[in-house]
């Protein structure tokens, strides 16, 4: 299956303001911090291990408390960094394996700190509150994999495709695979997009709607890529079942290992992941959107399609998630090698706060609804807007004088 490629006339996106030029022997002042990114995977084994030091059921929740209460914190004390690395350290960077085996070894901590889980959850010492405690701490893991198979997936290399999956298999979020790199990149910022959200769209309303919209859109897609091919839906080759079938298999292998007992928890931490996942999509194009060309196609995607953040915290932890208009107009683009664009909507915080505010539609609204309208100059017509709300945006907001 072909993934997107960078075009080599792609133009590099301008350094940082006021970034130097690239020293010869330049170096990633990140390069241990990627390291933390595999504290996520073990938030299971640090729950056991603090629950058993302290005798305090509250550190089964660690996952929820880091992920809504730390984490934000965290990302506003330590602030922003903007830099860039310089264009002569991309190549380089990109063929640094160090970065690789930082992604490639939060895949067995997962899987380690599920069966773990599965263990703990199963063998009756917890209450029922703790076991729910650890069932979304189980699924902040599973949320933060898929965010790890999102950088795998991108990669031309067969082995960190293949990871890719397995990543994505304790959430039956499989068919990611296929939306993402096939559907999403391509209607990015459009109505068109189930991953995309508009603005006035609750998060609430948003997650129905991308959850079945990127499952049938990516069915879709691999149905006409193998019609294409001559080959069945219902075929060996269907990239959707037999990642679900990867799902299945780890979901029955844990039954017969633990008892069907274990299956709820299971089903409720692929659920809390997988939502994990869509709420970081909905704040990542939140009411932007691309404009038709003369020809009737949209634009091609650009940095203003995308909010971005600088937040080191979160970056780190998301391998740098947040630079997100330089994933999209470079996909298969190292993590370690994201730049900043000046020209690219930021948002107040990192992501581990965007999503509190997500949660809560009114407070997002007032946060963010104000910076889509000054990101378009005041004219909300040029907005991604939810059908529903049209007419109330229109009636609030107005359109601003034709530009030109």
């Known amino acids: 299956m072909p993934l997107p490629s960078d075009s080599p006339d792609t133009p590099e996106a301008p350094r940082a303001a006021g970034a130097p030029e690239a020293p010869a022997a330049w170096r ?3 390069r241990h911090l990627w390291l933390l990114g595999l504290l996520i995977p073990a938030f299971p084994f640090l729950s056991w291990g603090l629950t058993t030091t302290t005798g305090l059921g509250v550190f089964w929740w660690t996952g929820p408390l880091v992920l809504y209460a730390i984490f934000p914190i965290v990302d506003h004390l330590i602030g922003k960094d903007s830099a860039n690395p310089p264009d002569s350290a991309i ?24 069966v773990l889980g599965c263990w703990l959850i199963t063998r009756g010492d917890l209450s029922a509150v ?33 990871l890719s999956r397995i990543a994505l ?14 559907g999403h990149h391509i209607r990015v910022a459009t109505p068109e997009d189930p991953a995309s959200a508009r603005l006035g769209e609750s998060f609430w309303r948003f997650l129905p709607r991308t959850v079945l919209g990127s499952l049938t859109s990516a069915w879709r897609l691999e149905e006409r890529r193998l019609r294409r091919r001559g080959r069945s839906v219902w075929s060996p080759h269907n990239t959707v079942l037999n990642s679900w079938a990867l799902s299945l298999v780890l979901f029955t292998a844990l039954a017969l290992a633990f008892g069907p007992g274990v299956l709820p928890y299971l089903t409720a931490q692929a659920v809390f992941g997988f939502c994990l996942l869509e709420v970081i999509n909905y704040t990542e194009h939140y009411g932007l959107k691309r404009e038709r060309t003369p020809s009737g196609r949209y634009e091609r995607c650009a940095p203003r399609h995308s909010w971005n953040s600088d937040n080191v915290a979160s970056n780190v932890f998301l391998y740098h998630l947040q630079r997100h208009s330089d994933h999209h107009a470079h996909p298969t683009r190292r993590y370690q090698s994201l730049r900043h664009f000046d020209e ?3 948002m ?17 609204r007032r946060v963010m609804d104000p910076r889509v309208l000054a990101h378009y100059d005041g004219d909300v017509t040029r907005a991604n807007l939810q059908p529903p709300r049209r007419k109330r945006l229109l009636a609030r907001y107005g359109a601003a004088a034709p530009r030109g």
């Open 169 to 182: 298999a304790q959430t039956w979020y499989g068919h990611f695979y296929v939306e993402h790199n096939h």
């Open 344 to 346: 690219a909507p930021e």
């Open 28 to 30: 990633d002042p990140k």
């Open 91 to 114: 190549a380089l960077l990109e063929q640094d394996r160090y970065y690789r085996w930082c992604t490639f070894l939060y895949l067995p901590l997962q899987y380690s700190g599920l």
């Open 348 to 364: 107040p915080t990192g992501y581990a706060g965007m999503i509190v505010l997500a949660y809560v539609p009114p407070l997002w």
């Open 130 to 162: 703790d076991r729910i405690g650890l069932t979304l701490t189980l699924g902040g893991v599973a949320g933060i994999a898929i965010n790890t198979a999102h950088e795998l997936g991108h990669k031309t290399e067969a082995l960190e495709r293949r």
